[in-house]
């Protein structure tokens, strides 16, 4: 997710005549500036036979009117779609809400666009708000929707999950006795999530254990740190940055300035964890950028084939000096991505792990009013040496498979109806790596666990492993 902040833009209602259809067949349904005929009660009184008759003449005489119109005018299109209005509210078999219908072609509009471009309803708008600003009304756990059931990663510290006794690696299978399965992972955050105070029940199954487990929580504002630290064996400091939400820059700057303290100001190195991460605010993720590198191009951003801007470091930041190694992955995108290229480019870093997922686009966010908001794809950025990160990703300078190597890995790429990496360039969707030949073990597989060790070439993490051994010099 690349996001920056964009306008508010207020709008006008859509108005036009409700109701049933009218009762006299010399009633005449206005829409836009042209006339469309109603159907009177009498039509409706047909014996089945004639009615099906009347239906296929009906069809027949609506597609000779469209194909004997003319475009002329770009506000045909709107005829068009207050026509089409007209006929659903009228005559659709149930009521139909107007909202309803509205809504749902602005979403289909926008959806025709690109995966990340999105009309959001006030509900969903609500949801994404609270993403990027790190605070929502919910339980308190980080999850995993890449296999059927939900897993959990980890129980967000004080939350209600770690209090009731959730614990990392439970499956969630149901919630409030609805099963997970087949849900959307934008489904599922909504059903964990809601007014603070009100109450959830989860399905768990935990490795081990015969019988289901059953947990009742209480909903809470919960607040998401997005920075980790800790201080590993021979003064190297691990920083993890979850997602670029607002506060990361700030956050950072507080775990390096404790490591630093817990080091007596030695700190050997640094390892950054960008895995996992699926980016978020790009000016927050500038100004991380901005902290680790001594100056250059952090990157640049083109729309419809001309450059809009270069965004450069400046010197002095906190971390522009020592020993620098990036941990990335399949699930590295987005705003993770332009951090990573730009430490890789400018030669501060070295990248480790899988290829990112390349996502090289950003969306801008505008406020609707009635609470509604535009997630609009408006750039496509690059690398400071000018390389698309749009379907190609970020290859690792010492690549480590992740857990199956490369088999069904879904990235930008694989995406249906996705950017092409270049304005013009022709869209190809292919499906995700099924040959069983690409499980590629070059050092080994990676596993992102929730304890990272103080000395991790004693874990199971073969990707930290790697890049710690690379800052001591092993």
Partial sequence: MG????????????????????????????????????????????TPAFSLVAGAFALLWAGAADATSTRESPYDLFDQFGRVLAWVENEYVDPVERERLVEGALEGMVAELDPHSAYLAPEDYAIFRSDTEGQFG??????????????????????????????????????DHASVRGKSPVDLVKRMRGAPGSSVLLTVRRDGMEKLLYFTLTREIIDVKSVASKLLTGNVGYLRIKAFQQGTHTELLEHVAALRRAASGNVRGWLLDLRNNPGGLVDEATAVADELL????????????????????????????????????????????????????NGRSRLVGARTFGKGSVQTIVDLPGGAGLRLTTLRYYTPRGRAIQ???????????????????????????????????????????????????????????????????????????TAYRMIVGE
Avoid at 138 to 159: K, L
Wanted: net charge neutral; hydrophobic share 40%; aromatic share 4%.
């Fill in 391 to 465: 379907a190609q990703g970020l290859e690792p300078d010492v690549p480590v498979a992740s857990p199956g190597g490369e088999f069904g890995v879904m990235r930008e790429r694989n995406l249906e109806g996705h950017l092409p990496e270049e304005f013009g360039a022709p869209v190809v969707a292919p499906p995700p790596e099924s040959d069983p030949s690409a499980l590629r073990e070059p050092l080994g597989k990676t596993s992102l666990g929730t304890e990272v060790p103080t000395d991790p070439r004693l874990g199971k993490d073969v990707a930290l492993a």
């Fill in 138 to 175: 919910g339980i308190g756990v980080e999850v995993d929707f890449s296999s059927e059931w939900v897993t959990v990663i980890a129980p967000i510290e004080g939350s209600p999950a770690a209090r009731a006794g959730i614990r990392s690696g439970d499956r969630i299978l149901a919630i």
């Fill in 3 to 46: 996001y920056v902040r964009g306008i508010v833009i207020h709008g006008s209602r859509f108005v036009g005549r409700r109701g049933p259809a009218p009762a006299d067949s010399a009633q005449l349904a206005v829409v836009g500036r042209r006339l469309l005929p109603c159907r009177s009660r009498a039509s409706r009184r047909l």
């Fill in 294 to 345: 001594p100056g250059g191009v952090v990157f640049t951003t083109r729309r419809r084939g001309a450059v809009v801007e270069e965004v450069r470091a400046q010197p002095g930041g906190a971390l522009h000096r020592g020993a620098l190694v990036v941990l990335v992955n399949e699930f590295t995108a987005s705003s993770a991505e332009i951090v990573a290229g730009a430490l890789k480019d």
